[in-house]
């Protein structure tokens, strides 16, 4: 079991940057794809990014793609979430997840249904 708690959100101006951070608990945090997902107000969730126990392979939404970057560090128990460009359509919810992937070092995840545990979010708020 892993618990994971998310960090980093905040107000910002359009065009602006931020690094959200999502520290896990446990020795396992290697054995664990990594998903960052976001839900903006009366929408559904909706990943952003997700990465391999390696972190060798990622995948970005179309939204995000040449603005955000996922990265993990497996020593640190940590997957973080580099978010410049920011756009006010970013706004929402931030939420990290985990999926227990012994198996695959390679494999990740972009379905929030694959995902066995989740962060209790962080408010990311991009005005223009």
């Known amino acids: 079991q892993v618990q994971l708690v998310e960090s980093g959100g905040g107000s910002v101006q359009a065009g602006g940057s931020l690094r959200l951070s999502c520290a896990a608990s446990?020795?396992?945090?290697?054995?664990?794809?990594m998903g960052w997902f976001r839900q903006a107000p009366g929408k559904e969730r909706a990943v952003v990014a997700a990465?391999?126990?390696?972190?060798?392979?990622?995948y970005y939404a179309d939204s995000v793609k040449g603005r955000f970057t996922i990265s993990r560090d497996n020593a640190k128990n940590t997957v973080y979430l580099q978010m410049n460009s920011l756009k006010p359509e970013d706004t929402a919810v931030y939420y990290c997840?985990?999926?227990?992937?012994?198996?695959?070092?390679?494999?990740?995840?972009?379905?929030?249904?694959?995902?066995?545990?989740w962060g209790q979010g962080t408010q990311v708020t991009v005005s223009s």
């Open positions: 997840a985990a999926n227990f992937d012994p198996l695959l070092i390679t494999r990740l995840y972009i379905s929030g249904a694959e995902y066995d545990y």
């Open positions: 446990g020795r396992t945090f290697s054995r664990y794809a």
């Open positions: 990465i391999s126990r390696s972190g060798g392979t990622t």
